[in-house]
């Protein structure tokens, strides 16, 4: 099945640290999995990398939904930043 890219505007006005974070998805039994990326804000005049080799800032797959960093740790999300989720769907039999 084809990966769904859908790109969604924070709407940050400052930088933020991120301890921990989920995904999840509404309908997990057709869910393979998500990736969500970190992209320039939008007219920054900064090329985005549209592939995985960019790393990703959160997943999902099956059984694994939660990435939470130790004390001490996060990552950082720039003011203005889009998230890009790449999500790829597999097929369970019900239309």
Not at 29 to 39: K, R
Request: charged share 20%.
């Amino acid at each position: 099945m084809p990966y769904a890219n859908i790109t969604v505007e924070t709407n940050l006005t400052e930088d933020k640290w991120v301890k921990a974070m989920e995904v999840r998805p509404s309908a997990r039994e057709v869910v393979h999995h998500v990736l969500v990326f970190a992209l320039p804000p939008a007219g920054s005049g900064e090329v985005p990398i549209l592939d995985e080799s960019a790393g990703y800032f959160a997943i999902y797959v099956p059984g694994q939904s939660v990435l939470s960093y130790p004390e001490g740790f996060a990552k950082k999300l720039p003011k203005g930043t889009r998230l890009r989720f790449q999500m790829h769907y597999t097929p369970n039999g019900t239309a």
